[in-house]
DNA sequence: GTCTATAGGACGATAGAC
DNA sequence: GTCTATCGTCCTATAGAC
């Protein structure tokens, strides 16, 4: 197997694995047992444990953010691209994060796992996790701007209802219709909003 | 030093502890350090590492039962006692949770981490945390049933909105004010919510 | 009720062969 | 690129003295 498919085969592995156990309860042997490789041969590849959770954060990231814009018809970038997303409409990138993450529950529930754990100032990701929050909730808000007296304040209503909703949806699956449960609890949060002359449906 | 009060400075430490590190994270050596004992001493009184958690647990479910009761004037019970819950005014008691628990964020934090590793069908505190959220969306949904034309999803949307926004104030406990943001978030939420004509601010 | 001593593993990481 | 072998450290839990 060559080196760049063995990696992602590690980091898919440890993907699911953390969201099993978090990351102080992730062993680099079970990493290992289910490559079908032995300790230091996962180590040869991401440096140290926590090399592996920093290559598994990163490697998300660019696959979601690319996925997030082909999924809303972009021809590229994502959201820490904040040029003209005041043009976008919060709502329909809402839905499109949360019918995307309806798909994968191993992710969501790797972040979430991690996001409580990364409270702790000496977890190896809180800084991630602190600048990841800022990021969302800037670009929330500018595309909020102009249209609600408090973008800043609706931008932390909708990233808190996701996160919450997201908690009760991983708790009971096969009960709760992550989208259909999103689209009913937001839609009276956007039904004020004030749509500008020259909305598009992308940035750029 | 009796056996009651040890029980108790067990139970405390470890509270902050898990909070700093999470289940899988926390090691009884470090229970034993910062309580001035050993291993096995700690063990004597909690049995085993899942015996500490259970206790920790039903310790914090007692007192916070207790605390909120006497914050909203109430001859006794708590959230578990469903009789006549329709005669209390949600808002208020989302009110007096949201101030007492910007008063101990370390529990809070003990609870969002529990709350995602626990999330894992294996994790010994799995089952709490289920049975936990049918509880407190039961009680809820009843506070506001005759209120609202879809009680369970404004319950759905309280809760959601309730753990999303702890988790932006603890990671940022210096910027954000939980109380104050809770009453600007949530005030939209409750602004049709109708009264009953024999409301009264207690049960029983 | 708390101790010492110790069993019996699992952990992350390194060195060096192939 | 993956292995074997190994180091030193940490872990939960038990047995038995005081």
Redesign the pocket.
């Known amino acids: 197997?060559?080196?760049a498919s063995?990696r992602e085969q590690i980091l898919a592995v440890t993907t699911q694995l953390i969201a099993e156990r978090g990351f102080w309860g992730?062993?680099?042997?079970?990493v290992?047992d289910r490559c079908?490789?032995?300790?230091?041969?996962v180590?040869?590849?991401v440096?140290?444990?926590?090399g592996l959770l920093v290559a598994v954060l990163e490697h998300r990231d660019t696959q979601d953010a690319r996925a997030l814009a082909a999924e809303l018809g972009w021809p590229a970038g994502d959201l820490t691209d904040t040029r003209e997303l005041e043009a976008v409409a919060l709502p329909e990138v809402c839905a499109a994060l949360v019918r995307r993450n309806a798909r994968q529950p191993e992710i969501v529930r790797l972040y979430a796992v991690l996001e409580s754990e990364a409270l702790a100032p000496d977890h190896p990701a809180h800084s991630y996790f602190a600048q990841r929050q800022r990021r969302v909730l800037d670009a929330f808000e500018q595309m909020a701007r102009g249209r609600t007296a408090q973008p800043r304040r609706l931008a932390m209503t909708v990233l808190a209802l996701m996160d919450g909703l997201q908690i009760q949806w991983l708790r009971n699956p096969d009960e709760v219709d992550f989208f259909h449960e999103w689209e009913a609890l937001a839609g009276p949060l956007f039904a004020d909003l004030r749509s500008t002359k020259s909305r598009r449906t992308k940035p750029v």
């Open positions: 197997m060559d080196v063995r992730l062993s680099m042997q079970d290992a079908g490789l032995t300790v230091p041969g180590l040869h590849h440096g140290s444990k926590d």
